[in-house]
Protein backbone atom coordinates (compact mmCIF):
# COMPACT_ATOMS: atom_id res chain seq x y z
CA UNK A 1 0.00 0.00 0.00
CA UNK A 2 1.09 3.55 -1.05
CA UNK A 3 1.53 6.25 1.17
CA UNK A 4 -0.95 9.03 0.08
CA UNK A 5 0.78 11.54 -1.67
CA UNK A 6 -0.60 15.27 -2.30
CA UNK A 7 0.98 17.33 -5.09
CA UNK A 8 -0.26 20.90 -4.76
CA UNK A 9 0.61 24.37 -4.30
CA UNK A 10 0.21 26.58 -0.80
CA UNK A 11 -2.08 28.96 -1.92
CA UNK A 12 -4.31 27.46 -4.39
CA UNK A 13 -7.75 27.05 -2.32
CA UNK A 14 -8.60 23.88 -4.49
CA UNK A 15 -5.94 21.99 -2.63
CA UNK A 16 -5.99 23.58 0.47
CA UNK A 17 -9.53 21.52 0.44
CA UNK A 18 -7.55 18.15 0.25
CA UNK A 19 -5.19 19.75 3.44
CA UNK A 20 -8.23 21.12 5.31
CA UNK A 21 -10.06 17.80 5.10
CA UNK A 22 -6.94 15.70 5.76
CA UNK A 23 -6.50 17.60 9.02
CA UNK A 24 -9.72 16.70 10.42
CA UNK A 25 -10.00 13.69 9.24
CA UNK A 26 -6.49 12.89 10.42
CA UNK A 27 -5.01 11.44 7.32
CA UNK A 28 -1.29 11.80 6.67
CA UNK A 29 -0.71 12.63 3.08
CA UNK A 30 2.52 13.56 1.68
CA UNK A 31 3.20 16.80 0.37
CA UNK A 32 4.62 17.78 -3.11
CA UNK A 33 4.89 21.64 -3.72
CA UNK A 34 4.27 22.15 -7.75
CA UNK A 35 4.62 25.39 -9.10
CA UNK A 36 1.97 26.50 -11.29
CA UNK A 37 3.34 29.28 -12.34
CA UNK A 38 6.80 27.99 -13.41
CA UNK A 39 4.83 25.68 -15.52
CA UNK A 40 5.48 22.54 -13.19
CA UNK A 41 1.90 20.89 -14.01
CA UNK A 42 2.89 21.06 -17.67
CA UNK A 43 6.01 18.58 -17.81
CA UNK A 44 5.57 15.46 -19.38
CA UNK A 45 6.28 13.32 -16.18
CA UNK A 46 3.40 15.69 -14.47
CA UNK A 47 0.86 15.11 -17.40
CA UNK A 48 1.40 11.18 -16.91
CA UNK A 49 0.17 10.90 -13.66
CA UNK A 50 -2.55 14.47 -14.12
CA UNK A 51 -3.69 14.05 -17.85
CA UNK A 52 -5.16 17.88 -17.63
CA UNK A 53 -2.28 19.00 -15.98
CA UNK A 54 -4.23 19.85 -12.45
CA UNK A 55 -3.14 19.92 -8.84
CA UNK A 56 -4.31 18.97 -6.18
CA UNK A 57 -3.55 15.57 -7.85
CA UNK A 58 -3.69 12.28 -4.48
CA UNK A 59 -1.78 9.16 -5.69
CA UNK A 60 -3.83 6.75 -4.19
CA UNK A 61 -3.35 3.68 -1.62
CA UNK A 62 -3.02 1.40 -4.69
CA UNK A 63 -0.51 3.66 -6.09
CA UNK A 64 -2.72 5.29 -8.76
CA UNK A 65 -3.61 9.35 -9.40
CA UNK A 66 -6.31 11.00 -8.80
CA UNK A 67 -7.03 14.42 -9.76
CA UNK A 68 -10.03 16.94 -9.39
CA UNK A 69 -10.44 18.14 -5.80
CA UNK A 70 -14.17 17.72 -5.61
CA UNK A 71 -13.04 13.83 -6.70
CA UNK A 72 -10.63 13.79 -3.89
CA UNK A 73 -12.70 15.14 -1.24
CA UNK A 74 -15.08 12.76 -2.06
CA UNK A 75 -12.64 9.28 -1.92
CA UNK A 76 -11.14 10.78 1.51
CA UNK A 77 -14.56 11.94 2.92
CA UNK A 78 -17.06 9.57 2.37
CA UNK A 79 -17.96 7.27 5.18
CA UNK A 80 -16.68 10.24 7.75
CA UNK A 81 -18.76 12.26 9.24
CA UNK A 82 -18.10 14.82 6.35
CA UNK A 83 -20.97 12.87 4.20
CA UNK A 84 -24.76 12.24 5.21
CA UNK A 85 -26.13 8.66 3.99
CA UNK A 86 -29.28 9.48 3.09
CA UNK A 87 -29.35 9.74 -0.62
CA UNK A 88 -30.93 13.10 -1.03
CA UNK A 89 -28.54 14.53 1.66
CA UNK A 90 -25.40 13.62 0.02
CA UNK A 91 -27.00 14.55 -3.36
CA UNK A 92 -27.09 18.02 -1.81
CA UNK A 93 -23.37 18.01 -1.19
CA UNK A 94 -22.84 17.07 -4.48
CA UNK A 95 -25.18 20.21 -5.34
CA UNK A 96 -22.93 22.74 -3.32
CA UNK A 97 -19.56 21.03 -4.32
CA UNK A 98 -20.41 21.57 -8.29
CA UNK A 99 -21.71 25.00 -7.69
CA UNK A 100 -18.43 25.81 -6.26
CA UNK A 101 -16.56 24.38 -9.06
CA UNK A 102 -19.07 25.89 -11.65
CA UNK A 103 -19.79 29.12 -9.97
CA UNK A 104 -17.18 30.07 -6.69
CA UNK A 105 -14.21 28.95 -8.47
CA UNK A 106 -13.97 30.23 -12.49
CA UNK A 107 -15.04 33.55 -11.23
CA UNK A 108 -13.33 34.13 -7.27
CA UNK A 109 -10.66 31.90 -7.83
CA UNK A 110 -9.48 33.00 -11.20
CA UNK A 111 -9.92 36.60 -10.37
CA UNK A 112 -7.64 35.74 -6.81
CA UNK A 113 -5.42 34.18 -9.33
CA UNK A 114 -4.40 37.27 -11.44
CA UNK A 115 -4.68 39.65 -8.49
CA UNK A 116 -2.85 37.67 -5.94
CA UNK A 117 -0.74 35.23 -7.24
CA UNK A 118 0.48 36.73 -10.18
CA UNK A 119 0.30 40.31 -8.93
CA UNK A 120 -1.08 41.58 -12.71
CA UNK A 121 -4.40 43.18 -11.52
CA UNK A 122 -3.84 45.47 -14.71
CA UNK A 123 -2.67 42.68 -17.45
CA UNK A 124 -6.00 40.87 -16.68
CA UNK A 125 -8.24 44.14 -15.85
CA UNK A 126 -10.82 43.04 -18.38
CA UNK A 127 -11.04 39.59 -17.65
CA UNK A 128 -11.18 40.28 -13.84
CA UNK A 129 -14.20 42.69 -14.88
CA UNK A 130 -16.10 40.19 -17.04
CA UNK A 131 -15.69 38.03 -13.48
CA UNK A 132 -17.06 40.23 -11.22
CA UNK A 133 -21.10 39.97 -11.93
CA UNK A 134 -20.81 36.32 -11.57
CA UNK A 135 -19.02 36.16 -8.79
CA UNK A 136 -20.87 38.53 -6.96
CA UNK A 137 -24.08 36.25 -8.11
CA UNK A 138 -22.33 32.92 -6.80
CA UNK A 139 -21.52 34.70 -3.22
CA UNK A 140 -25.49 36.02 -3.16
CA UNK A 141 -26.79 32.69 -3.66
CA UNK A 142 -24.50 32.03 -0.73
CA UNK A 143 -25.51 34.75 1.63
CA UNK A 144 -29.22 33.61 0.97
CA UNK A 145 -28.83 29.75 1.54
CA UNK A 146 -27.26 30.98 5.08
CA UNK A 147 -30.53 32.68 6.23
CA UNK A 148 -31.64 29.31 6.64
CA UNK A 149 -28.99 26.94 7.38
CA UNK A 150 -25.11 27.32 9.24
CA UNK A 151 -23.93 25.45 6.62
CA UNK A 152 -23.83 23.95 2.79
CA UNK A 153 -26.09 22.34 3.09
CA UNK A 154 -27.88 22.22 6.22
CA UNK A 155 -27.14 21.57 9.85
CA UNK A 156 -23.90 20.34 9.97
CA UNK A 157 -20.58 20.72 8.48
CA UNK A 158 -19.52 18.94 4.84
CA UNK A 159 -17.61 18.44 2.25
CA UNK A 160 -19.35 21.26 0.86
CA UNK A 161 -18.39 23.40 3.52
CA UNK A 162 -14.63 22.21 3.08
CA UNK A 163 -14.95 22.70 -0.74
CA UNK A 164 -16.46 26.52 -0.40
CA UNK A 165 -13.73 27.19 2.42
CA UNK A 166 -11.46 26.69 -0.27
CA UNK A 167 -11.60 29.60 -1.87
CA UNK A 168 -14.59 31.87 -0.20
CA UNK A 169 -12.85 33.23 2.66
CA UNK A 170 -9.92 34.67 0.24
CA UNK A 171 -12.18 36.11 -2.02
CA UNK A 172 -11.09 39.67 -1.01
CA UNK A 173 -7.43 38.71 -2.76
CA UNK A 174 -9.58 38.43 -5.78
CA UNK A 175 -10.99 41.71 -5.22
CA UNK A 176 -14.38 40.60 -3.36
CA UNK A 177 -14.76 42.66 -0.88
CA UNK A 178 -17.16 40.22 1.87
CA UNK A 179 -18.06 43.40 3.95
CA UNK A 180 -21.86 42.95 1.95
CA UNK A 181 -22.37 39.38 3.02
CA UNK A 182 -22.35 39.30 6.99
CA UNK A 183 -24.05 35.46 6.70
CA UNK A 184 -20.82 34.22 4.78
CA UNK A 185 -18.28 36.30 7.87
CA UNK A 186 -19.87 34.74 10.01
CA UNK A 187 -20.49 30.97 8.08
CA UNK A 188 -16.27 31.46 7.45
CA UNK A 189 -15.62 31.90 10.96
CA UNK A 190 -18.21 28.55 12.26
CA UNK A 191 -16.11 26.51 9.66
CA UNK A 192 -12.75 28.21 10.74
CA UNK A 193 -13.87 27.44 14.90
CA UNK A 194 -14.39 23.48 14.19
CA UNK A 195 -11.83 21.24 15.92
CA UNK A 196 -9.35 20.23 13.94
CA UNK A 197 -9.55 23.18 12.01
CA UNK A 198 -5.92 24.25 9.45
CA UNK A 199 -5.76 27.74 8.25
CA UNK A 200 -4.52 27.90 4.53
CA UNK A 201 -0.27 28.80 4.95
CA UNK A 202 -0.19 31.18 1.94
CA UNK A 203 3.36 32.01 1.44
CA UNK A 204 2.25 35.27 -0.53
CA UNK A 205 -0.06 36.32 2.23
CA UNK A 206 1.47 38.89 5.34
CA UNK A 207 1.25 36.79 8.81
CA UNK A 208 -0.96 39.28 10.17
CA UNK A 209 -3.43 38.10 7.80
CA UNK A 210 -3.05 34.30 10.19
CA UNK A 211 -4.61 36.44 13.35
CA UNK A 212 -7.92 36.40 13.26
CA UNK A 213 -7.70 32.94 11.51
CA UNK A 214 -8.85 33.78 8.27
CA UNK A 215 -9.77 31.90 5.93
CA UNK B 1 -44.84 11.16 -2.45
CA UNK B 2 -44.46 13.37 -5.15
CA UNK B 3 -43.85 12.55 -8.83
CA UNK B 4 -40.25 13.21 -9.90
CA UNK B 5 -40.48 16.13 -11.93
CA UNK B 6 -37.65 18.43 -14.30
CA UNK B 7 -38.13 21.61 -15.36
CA UNK B 8 -35.80 22.28 -18.43
CA UNK B 9 -35.04 23.02 -22.02
CA UNK B 10 -34.56 20.65 -24.86
CA UNK B 11 -31.37 21.79 -26.30
CA UNK B 12 -29.41 22.16 -23.11
CA UNK B 13 -27.07 19.25 -22.73
CA UNK B 14 -27.43 20.03 -19.20
CA UNK B 15 -30.99 18.92 -18.88
CA UNK B 16 -30.88 16.21 -21.64
CA UNK B 17 -27.68 14.26 -18.88
CA UNK B 18 -31.17 14.22 -16.83
CA UNK B 19 -33.65 12.78 -19.75
CA UNK B 20 -30.78 10.47 -20.78
CA UNK B 21 -29.83 8.53 -17.80
CA UNK B 22 -33.89 8.85 -16.73
CA UNK B 23 -34.18 6.69 -20.04
CA UNK B 24 -31.47 4.20 -19.50
CA UNK B 25 -32.89 3.54 -15.55
CA UNK B 26 -36.88 3.72 -16.98
CA UNK B 27 -37.52 6.68 -14.26
CA UNK B 28 -40.33 8.48 -15.08
CA UNK B 29 -40.01 12.66 -14.88
CA UNK B 30 -42.20 14.59 -15.49
CA UNK B 31 -41.17 17.41 -18.03
CA UNK B 32 -41.84 21.37 -17.32
CA UNK B 33 -40.37 23.36 -20.23
CA UNK B 34 -38.41 26.38 -19.14
CA UNK B 35 -36.97 28.78 -21.54
CA UNK B 36 -33.61 30.26 -20.40
CA UNK B 37 -33.03 32.43 -23.26
CA UNK B 38 -36.61 34.30 -22.13
CA UNK B 39 -35.47 35.06 -18.86
CA UNK B 40 -37.50 32.41 -17.51
CA UNK B 41 -35.12 30.80 -15.14
CA UNK B 42 -35.00 34.23 -13.39
CA UNK B 43 -38.56 35.32 -12.26
CA UNK B 44 -38.94 35.75 -8.62
CA UNK B 45 -41.20 31.87 -8.62
CA UNK B 46 -38.25 29.91 -10.13
CA UNK B 47 -35.41 31.52 -8.31
CA UNK B 48 -37.43 30.15 -4.96
CA UNK B 49 -36.83 26.50 -5.97
CA UNK B 50 -33.78 27.32 -7.87
CA UNK B 51 -31.38 29.82 -6.39
CA UNK B 52 -28.86 30.33 -8.85
CA UNK B 53 -31.10 30.25 -11.04
CA UNK B 54 -30.35 27.07 -12.97
CA UNK B 55 -31.79 24.18 -14.99
CA UNK B 56 -32.20 21.23 -14.75
CA UNK B 57 -33.95 22.06 -11.59
CA UNK B 58 -35.74 18.02 -10.31
CA UNK B 59 -38.92 17.87 -7.67
CA UNK B 60 -37.70 15.21 -5.61
CA UNK B 61 -40.14 12.36 -4.09
CA UNK B 62 -39.80 14.64 -0.62
CA UNK B 63 -41.09 17.84 -3.13
CA UNK B 64 -38.16 19.62 -2.32
CA UNK B 65 -35.91 20.49 -5.09
CA UNK B 66 -32.41 19.79 -6.09
CA UNK B 67 -30.42 22.00 -8.77
CA UNK B 68 -27.56 20.87 -10.26
CA UNK B 69 -26.79 18.29 -12.85
CA UNK B 70 -24.24 16.46 -11.97
CA UNK B 71 -25.89 16.16 -8.28
CA UNK B 72 -29.65 15.49 -9.85
CA UNK B 73 -27.48 12.72 -11.94
CA UNK B 74 -25.97 10.92 -8.66
CA UNK B 75 -29.48 11.22 -7.01
CA UNK B 76 -31.19 9.18 -9.29
CA UNK B 77 -28.05 7.14 -10.38
CA UNK B 78 -26.32 5.94 -7.44
CA UNK B 79 -27.17 2.64 -6.26
CA UNK B 80 -27.49 1.59 -10.20
CA UNK B 81 -25.09 -0.01 -12.91
CA UNK B 82 -24.50 3.63 -13.63
CA UNK B 83 -22.16 4.32 -10.10
CA UNK B 84 -19.83 1.45 -9.17
CA UNK B 85 -19.50 0.19 -5.52
CA UNK B 86 -15.61 0.42 -4.79
CA UNK B 87 -14.80 3.71 -3.39
CA UNK B 88 -12.11 4.83 -6.01
CA UNK B 89 -14.03 3.56 -8.98
CA UNK B 90 -16.87 5.95 -7.38
CA UNK B 91 -14.57 9.19 -6.89
CA UNK B 92 -13.06 8.36 -10.69
CA UNK B 93 -16.45 9.30 -11.89
CA UNK B 94 -17.09 11.90 -9.73
CA UNK B 95 -13.47 12.86 -11.43
CA UNK B 96 -14.88 13.25 -15.28
CA UNK B 97 -18.46 14.32 -13.99
CA UNK B 98 -16.23 17.45 -11.98
CA UNK B 99 -13.95 17.45 -15.08
CA UNK B 100 -17.24 17.72 -17.55
CA UNK B 101 -18.77 20.61 -15.27
CA UNK B 102 -15.01 22.24 -15.71
CA UNK B 103 -13.56 21.69 -18.69
CA UNK B 104 -16.14 20.72 -21.40
CA UNK B 105 -19.15 22.74 -20.17
CA UNK B 106 -18.01 25.97 -19.60
CA UNK B 107 -16.07 26.19 -22.88
CA UNK B 108 -17.99 23.85 -25.42
CA UNK B 109 -21.28 24.90 -24.00
CA UNK B 110 -21.09 27.80 -23.86
CA UNK B 111 -19.79 28.84 -27.37
CA UNK B 112 -22.70 26.29 -28.59
CA UNK B 113 -24.94 28.92 -26.58
CA UNK B 114 -24.10 31.92 -28.20
CA UNK B 115 -23.83 30.19 -31.44
CA UNK B 116 -26.40 27.55 -31.88
CA UNK B 117 -28.99 28.46 -29.20
CA UNK B 118 -29.23 32.40 -29.78
CA UNK B 119 -27.76 32.45 -32.92
CA UNK B 120 -24.51 35.54 -32.38
CA UNK B 121 -21.72 34.21 -33.33
CA UNK B 122 -20.45 37.62 -34.64
CA UNK B 123 -21.81 39.17 -31.36
CA UNK B 124 -19.83 37.07 -29.12
CA UNK B 125 -16.65 36.46 -31.51
CA UNK B 126 -14.43 37.54 -29.04
CA UNK B 127 -15.85 35.07 -26.42
CA UNK B 128 -15.93 32.38 -28.71
CA UNK B 129 -12.56 32.86 -29.28
CA UNK B 130 -11.39 33.09 -25.58
CA UNK B 131 -12.86 29.80 -25.07
CA UNK B 132 -11.01 27.87 -28.20
CA UNK B 133 -8.13 26.67 -26.44
CA UNK B 134 -9.46 25.41 -23.05
CA UNK B 135 -12.19 23.67 -25.01
CA UNK B 136 -9.82 22.06 -27.50
CA UNK B 137 -7.25 20.83 -24.46
CA UNK B 138 -10.58 19.29 -22.72
CA UNK B 139 -10.89 17.17 -26.11
CA UNK B 140 -7.96 16.33 -26.16
CA UNK B 141 -7.59 14.60 -22.57
CA UNK B 142 -10.29 13.06 -23.43
CA UNK B 143 -8.93 11.40 -26.81
CA UNK B 144 -5.87 10.60 -24.67
CA UNK B 145 -8.26 9.02 -21.82
CA UNK B 146 -9.74 6.85 -24.59
CA UNK B 147 -6.48 5.82 -25.69
CA UNK B 148 -6.75 2.96 -22.66
CA UNK B 149 -10.53 2.90 -21.75
CA UNK B 150 -13.51 2.46 -23.69
CA UNK B 151 -15.89 4.59 -21.41
CA UNK B 152 -15.13 7.01 -18.60
CA UNK B 153 -13.61 6.21 -16.41
CA UNK B 154 -13.30 2.60 -17.29
CA UNK B 155 -14.82 -0.43 -18.62
CA UNK B 156 -18.46 0.03 -18.30
CA UNK B 157 -20.58 3.04 -18.90
CA UNK B 158 -20.94 6.01 -15.68
CA UNK B 159 -22.26 8.59 -14.83
CA UNK B 160 -19.15 9.83 -16.14
CA UNK B 161 -20.46 8.80 -20.08
CA UNK B 162 -24.03 10.24 -19.41
CA UNK B 163 -22.31 13.62 -18.23
CA UNK B 164 -19.63 14.08 -20.77
CA UNK B 165 -22.69 13.09 -23.70
CA UNK B 166 -24.44 15.98 -22.61
CA UNK B 167 -22.08 18.66 -24.62
CA UNK B 168 -19.35 16.38 -26.19
CA UNK B 169 -20.88 15.19 -29.46
CA UNK B 170 -23.03 18.47 -30.24
CA UNK B 171 -19.97 20.16 -29.87
CA UNK B 172 -19.47 20.87 -33.46
CA UNK B 173 -22.81 22.91 -32.69
CA UNK B 174 -20.08 24.91 -30.52
CA UNK B 175 -17.84 25.53 -33.04
CA UNK B 176 -15.66 22.37 -32.07
CA UNK B 177 -15.55 19.81 -34.73
CA UNK B 178 -14.54 16.85 -34.11
CA UNK B 179 -12.76 15.70 -36.95
CA UNK B 180 -9.25 15.50 -35.42
CA UNK B 181 -10.66 13.40 -32.12
CA UNK B 182 -11.40 10.00 -33.73
CA UNK B 183 -11.68 8.11 -30.66
CA UNK B 184 -13.87 10.39 -28.84
CA UNK B 185 -16.42 9.72 -32.30
CA UNK B 186 -16.22 6.06 -31.65
CA UNK B 187 -16.98 6.56 -27.83
CA UNK B 188 -20.11 8.70 -28.86
CA UNK B 189 -21.50 5.57 -31.12
CA UNK B 190 -20.62 3.39 -28.32
CA UNK B 191 -22.77 5.49 -25.72
CA UNK B 192 -25.09 6.07 -28.55
CA UNK B 193 -25.45 2.11 -29.52
CA UNK B 194 -26.44 1.43 -25.46
CA UNK B 195 -29.91 0.25 -25.07
CA UNK B 196 -32.18 2.36 -23.77
CA UNK B 197 -30.32 5.55 -24.82
CA UNK B 198 -32.50 8.13 -26.55
CA UNK B 199 -31.63 11.31 -28.61
CA UNK B 200 -31.26 14.85 -27.52
CA UNK B 201 -34.54 16.70 -29.17
CA UNK B 202 -33.11 20.02 -30.02
CA UNK B 203 -36.23 21.63 -32.08
CA UNK B 204 -33.33 24.48 -33.57
CA UNK B 205 -31.51 20.80 -35.40
CA UNK B 206 -32.53 20.11 -38.58
CA UNK B 207 -34.48 16.85 -38.84
CA UNK B 208 -31.93 15.39 -40.84
CA UNK B 209 -29.10 15.64 -37.99
CA UNK B 210 -30.80 12.61 -36.52
CA UNK B 211 -30.34 10.11 -38.98
CA UNK B 212 -27.49 9.33 -37.56
CA UNK B 213 -28.42 9.37 -33.95
CA UNK B 214 -25.88 11.70 -32.64
CA UNK B 215 -26.05 13.02 -30.19
Known sequence: VAALRLW???????CYKVKLLAAHLGIALEWVRVDVTKGET???AFLAMSPAGQVPLL?????????????????LGDGTRFV????LARA????????????????????????????????YAAEIAAKREPGL???????AHL??????PGGAPSLADIALYGYVP?????????????RIRAWAQRVAALSGHIAMHDPLRPPSAYVKGLP
Open 147 to 152: AAADFF
Open 59 to 75: RCADGSHLPESGAILWY
Open 170 to 182: CAPEGGFALDAFP
Open 92 to 123: RVLQWMFFEQYRIEPNIATSRFWIHLLNEADR
Open 8 to 14: GQEASGN
Open 42 to 44: RTP
Open 137 to 143: AALAVME
Open 84 to 87: PTDP
